[in-house]
């Protein structure tokens, strides 16, 4: 059995997304893969009430704890590792990595970022392409280097930006195509891998 690990901050939806696909697409079964662990470096994150009635070994790792990036990254990698994991995801989890880390999973290490990338990489994505007047955002599946939001795209959903527009309600429209495109993304990683 192939094991994913997920990372989250918060509220999760992108890993419970992921989660309930793998069930409804029985990936056990047809993939040989499970999500194995969630970890947050957030105690507080809500997505970790989902993945524990899941079932789902869920792990956190304050980052506060850690006197530098280097060594919350080296725990993190720790905890991560006793997973053995394939692939490991990152879904909404707000630490930029180091190289170190980055160079470990090389190849392995997914993310979802909710911009059309190579545009708007970084934080504010949503009012940043209501700013810059686009007509269209969206979400990009990207393999993860040490330059921030770079790396190979895997997968990307183009949404509107309609007049009256928010950040929040352009998040929440681009949310939903994340929610879509991430567990096929992965699907077709863990495919390509044989
Ligand atoms: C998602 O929109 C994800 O693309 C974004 O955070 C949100 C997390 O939501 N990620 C980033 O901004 C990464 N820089 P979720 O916790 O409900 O999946």
């Not at 993945?51 to 080296?74: C, M, N, P, W, Y």
């Not at 590792?81 to 999973?105: I, K």
């Not at 599946?141 to 309609?162: C, F, K, M, R, W």
Request: charged share 20%; glycine share 6%.
């Amino acid at each position: 059995m192939k094991n994913i690990v997920i990372l989250i901050s918060g509220s999760g939806s992108n890993m419970a997304a992921m989660v309930r696909h793998a069930q409804q697409e029985q990936w056990s079964k047809r993939l040989q893969t499970r999500v194995s662990a969630v970890i947050s470096n957030k105690a507080e994150a809500q997505g970790l009430d989902f993945a524990r009635a899941q079932g789902i070994a869920t792990v956190v790792l304050d980052h506060k704890a850690f006197d530098s990036r280097e060594a919350f990254d080296a725990a993190l990698m720790d905890e991560i590792d006793r997973f053995e994991p394939t692939l490991v995801l990152l879904a909404g989890f707000m630490r930029v990595l180091t190289a170190g880390f980055v160079t470990h999973y090389a190849g392995r290490l997914l993310n979802i970022h909710p911009s059309l990338l190579p545009s708007f990489a970084g934080l504010n994505t949503h009012q940043r392409a209501i700013d810059a007047g686009c007509r269209f955002a969206g979400a990009t599946v990207h393999q993860v280097t040490s330059e921030l939001d770079h790396g190979a795209i895997l997968a990307q959903a183009v949404v509107p930006v309609l007049p009256d527009d928010t950040a929040d309600t352009l998040a929440a429209r681009v949310l939903t195509q994340e929610h879509r495109i991430y567990p096929e993304a992965v699907a077709a990683w863990l495919r390509s891998q044989g």
